[in-house]
């Protein structure tokens, strides 16, 4: 039972345009959303965060998007640059008991053509 | 400034063979995580730790056992390797909504 989808393996996109990643959740409960980027070979690495109390959170390039009825978020990277070509995760918390754990999708793998 | 550190990289085990992938970090964090990694899948939490003496399941415990002795330290044991540990782990520590990873340990097990 995957409560955090990420329904899109892969996307291509060309430098300096717009890149849009979407994660589709089934939880209700959960109130925090994040999003992780890894390279091969390393870690994944913290990108972007949002509550659930929000709908909109941007740093820099990059903006996640929010929609609780719709059970959906999506994060979008603009301009995209060759350096953002990587696999990107999004991740889910859920509230009360279960507040240590993150629920990964199974990530997107991202690639900027120069 | 080390962060999480992870040993080993790479290791290929035979079944029924046993580990410990050790997992450390230098920034005092308290709360410290393992995760799996399959191909085409999202990270799996395996246990995690909210301090030292203290250790919980997470989604996939079984065939695994952790201890947490320091706050540096949370190594990760396999008693009884089979295929299915196939798979990448990684470490991580610091608070659930800003995790640092390790760099991960590819595990095989044949």
């Known amino acids: 039972d995957q409560q955090v989808k990420q329904n899109s393996p892969s996307l291509s996109v060309q430098e300096g345009r717009i890149s849009i990643l979407n994660c589709d959740y089934t939880n209700s409960m959960f109130d925090y959303f994040l999003w992780y980027k890894k390279y091969p070979a390393e870690g994944p690495t913290f990108l972007i965060s949002i509550s659930s109390i929000k709908d909109k959170n941007e740093d820099g390039r990059f903006t996640v998007f929010l929609n609780k009825s719709a059970k959906h978020l999506s994060l979008h990277i603009v301009p995209s640059q060759p350096g953002d070509s990587a696999v990107y995760f999004c991740?889910?918390?859920?509230?009360?008991?279960?507040?240590?754990?993150?629920?990964f999708g199974s990530g997107t793998r991202l690639l900027v053509r120069p | 400034n080390a962060g999480v550190t992870q040993t080993p990289k790479f290791r290929i085990l035979k079944i029924g063979q046993s580990m410990t992938l050790q997992c450390t970090q230098d920034?005092?964090?308290?709360?410290m995580y393992w995760y799996r990694q399959d191909p085409g899948m999202g990270l799996k939490l395996i246990y995690y730790?909210?301090?030292?003496?203290?250790?919980d399941k997470g989604e996939v415990p079984n065939g695994y056992n952790v201890s947490r002795s320091t706050t540096e330290d949370f190594p990760l044991r396999l008693e009884l390797a089979a295929p299915s540990q196939t798979s990448v782990y990684f470490c991580?520590?610091?608070?659930?909504?800003?995790?640092?990873f390790g760099p991960g340990t590819r595990l095989t097990v044949t």
């Open positions: 991580a520590s610091g608070a659930v909504s800003e995790q640092y």
């Open positions: 991740a889910a918390r859920a509230e009360g008991d279960s507040s240590y754990k993150l629920i």
């Open positions: 920034m005092n964090h308290n709360y």
């Open positions: 730790s909210v301090g030292a003496g203290i250790t």
